[in-house]
């Protein structure tokens, strides 16, 4: 079965500061990958997500995710975060490895202060 | 095009009731899937299911049951509640097992068991 890691729990930042999550997966062969967002008190919702070709994946927002094959890894990135990011992030993972049900991390919980 | 519908949106029960709660998709959608989610625990698979008359069991299947009758509709019954399944639940789906489909999520399901 696949996992994913989520190595960050709880970050917090400063308005401004820079942002990377990490998340790792299980499976070597051919993945979907996913990160999603969920601000307070909503639903999930998808930031961005990775199937094939340019492994460096920009989504909403400014965030971006450098897929990394050779380390199983899917970075979140954003240069420059903002108070309206305050919110909890889940990378997930789909694909032929365990089943086409979606696999996600335990999350991390984000709070900028402004 | 409604997307992922769930019902209700709050619920209270007290320790031994069951409840239902409903989902259904209007996006033709093969394959459905239930989470709970619990603080610091991520999105748990509860049971999933890749097609009308088809269910499996996910991570976290006991004191739950589904069923999937159309393609439309995957309702999760809990039996016999206990507190331990007060959590936010989300149903979820994707179109089918090809690569490059994004998980679509209902706006979740507070339930309280006292």
């Known amino acids: 079965a696949q996992s994913v890691s989520q190595h960050n729990h709880h970050v917090i930042l400063s308005e401004a500061a820079s942002l990377e999550l990490g998340c790792n997966y299980s499976y070597g062969g051919t993945v979907n990958l996913f990160w999603y967002v969920q601000y307070p008190g909503q639903h999930l919702q998808l930031l961005l997500k990775?199937?094939?070709?340019?492994?460096l994946v920009k989504g909403i927002k400014g965030f971006e995710a450098e897929f990394i094959k050779s380390k199983f890894s899917f970075n979140l990135r954003k240069p420059s975060v903002q108070w309206s990011d305050t919110a909890e992030y889940f990378c997930?993972?789909?694909?032929?490895?365990?089943?086409?049900?979606?696999?996600f991390g335990r999350g991390t919980s984000l709070i900028v202060h402004p | 095009n409604a997307g992922v519908t769930q019902t209700p949106k709050f619920q209270v029960l007290k320790t031994g009731q069951s409840m239902t709660l409903q989902c259904a998709q209007d996006m033709n959608h093969e394959y459905m899937s239930w989470y709970r989610q619990d603080p610091g625990m991520g999105l748990r698979l509860i049971h999933y299911?890749?097609?009308?008359?088809?269910?499996d069991q996910g991570e976290v299947p006991n004191g739950y049951n589904v069923s999937r009758s159309t393609t439309e509709d995957f309702p999760l019954r809990l039996l016999s509640a206990a507190p331990s399944q007060t959590s936010v639940y989300f149903c979820?789906?994707?179109?089918?097992?090809?690569?490059?489909?994004?998980?679509?999520f209902g706006e979740g399901s507070w339930l309280t068991v006292v």
């Open positions: 299911s890749v097609g009308a008359g088809i269910t």
């Open positions: 990775y199937f094939s070709g340019d492994p």
């Open positions: 979820a789906s994707t179109l089918d097992r090809d690569s490059g489909n994004t998980i679509y």
């Open positions: 997930a993972v789909n694909g032929p490895g365990g089943s086409y049900i979606p696999t």
